[in-house]
């Protein structure tokens, strides 16, 4: 079991369970993985394999337009039963992507939720995100709420109805 410093938190963690594929140096083809929870400074996320402390690591998003693809440190790695829990510092994204990719971890989570029927699994997770992405995903930065904002404007035309939606 390999820990680190979990204690350390400096910003308010958001659970999600977006799919995400991670790329390791000794591990170059993308892995799979469930994220458990997500901040503006990092993420956390569940893994067949133990990461080492200090690891450098690629974490993408591909279910976000545009893909959210950042380059973050392990600070931590717990065993969880059958698999790891592993704590990701993100050190390459500007906070104007962080904030991005947290509003849209929020989307998506809010439209899995709509059309999440009790059985589904991870590739229904990942059509679910496509859909909304089709839906929703605003094209410019300047179009989407502040993160800190508490009602959610949706993309004109959209039919996302919601907008008094609690982020």
């Known amino acids: ?4 410093k979990r204690d350390m938190r ?3 963690r958001h659970p999600s369970d977006i799919p995400l594929e991670i790329v390791t140096e000794t591990l170059q083809d993308r892995s799979p993985q469930t994220m458990k929870d997500v901040s503006l400074g990092g993420l956390s996320f569940f893994s067949e394999q133990a ?4 690891d450098i690591i690629k974490v993408s998003i591909p279910y976000v337009k545009p893909a959210f693809v950042s380059e973050g440190q392990v600070t931590w790695c717990i065993k969880q039963g059958d698999r790891y829990e592993v704590g990701v510092e993100f050190f390459t994204a500007d906070d104007d992507s962080r ?3 947290v509003k849209q ?3 998506i989570e809010d439209f899995i939720k709509e059309v999440k029927k009790p059985g589904r699994g991870r590739d229904d997770i990942e059509l679910a995100a496509r859909e909304w992405i089709k ?3 605003v094209d410019s930065l300047e179009n989407e709420p502040d993160l800190f904002t508490s009602k959610i404007s949706p993309k ?11 982020l």
């Open 156 to 166: 004109k035309g959209s039919d996302l109805n919601n907008s008094d939606q609690l």
């Open 10 to 12: 400096n910003y308010i």
């Open 51 to 54: 990461h080492n402390i200090w």
């Open 99 to 101: 904030a991005r990719i």
């Open 1 to 4: 079991m390999v820990k680190g």
């Open 135 to 137: 839906r929703h995903v």
């Open 105 to 107: 971890v929020f989307y």
